[in-house]
């Protein structure tokens, strides 16, 4: 039978925090025949492939080797390999909570209409203490999202990040996914390929959803 959800992890050169956004993976409460895990490796030059096969020594992840540098191209080759019919973003550098999977899965199933992309609370977790000069207003630039208490249809004026996004795999082949000249891609930082996705999501008469249950806890260096 195949899972409903595809929960996706693009990765480029992080080996060593690699594994705990896998960990976060494997302990999700939502059956496991429900959802398959995949890693796209993204032309990795350090022991990621090593991570995974340790844990696929127990649990059952696809890996993948993408060649092409570009976290857009990584996230194109998950989505279009996925038999799952929604795909799950999860960081490299990110842990999901273990209902994360359960509670995008009760969007798509419950809200109607039918989201186009769903994002949810995204949780800092400061490797050193927050500076004093980074204040609130400057926190989203920093994949930091608490859009409101409640579930609920974003405006236009409102995103989702990379670190905690979800869409049904039709409407990622309807826009013919992420666009590869944006993006990160190595050293380059060039970024917001998930608002132009929101773009074309909206022009296609769909909504982009925020659920504060769906949560990610995001490392920042």
Not at 85 to 108: R, S
Not at 128 to 156: Q, V, Y
Not at 187 to 197: G, T
């Amino acid at each position: 039978m195949a899972p409903v959800i595809s929960a996706i992890i693009c990765t480029h050169q992080r080996a060593e925090i690699l594994g705990e956004a896998i960990q976060s993976l494997v302990q999700q409460t939502l059956n496991p025949a429900q959802y398959e895990m995949i890693i796209v490796d993204n032309a990795s030059q350090d022991t990621t492939r090593a991570v995974v096969q340790e844990f696929q020594r127990v649990h059952s992840i696809r890996y993948i080797y993408e060649p092409k540098l570009g976290l857009s191209c990584a996230r194109n080759t998950g989505w279009s390999q996925a038999l799952g019919k929604y795909i799950a973003y999860l960081d490299d550098d990110a842990v999901a909570e273990p209902g994360w999977l359960a509670q995008i899965l009760a969007v798509f199933t419950q809200v109607l209409p039918e989201p186009g992309c769903v994002g949810g609370k995204v949780i800092p977790r400061w490797m050193a203490p927050r500076p004093t000069w980074i204040s609130d207003a400057m926190l989203p630039h920093l994949t930091i999202l608490d859009w409101s208490p409640e579930p609920c249809f974003l405006n236009p004026n409102q995103w989702i990040v990379g670190a905690n996004m979800a869409f049904p795999k039709h409407v990622l082949q309807a826009i013919a996914g992420f666009p590869e000249s944006l993006g990160r891609q190595g050293n380059r930082l060039l970024s917001l390929e998930e608002i132009w996705v929101q773009t074309k999501i909206q022009e296609l008469g769909l909504g982009t959803y925020y659920h504060p249950k769906m949560v990610v806890h995001h490392q920042i260096p």
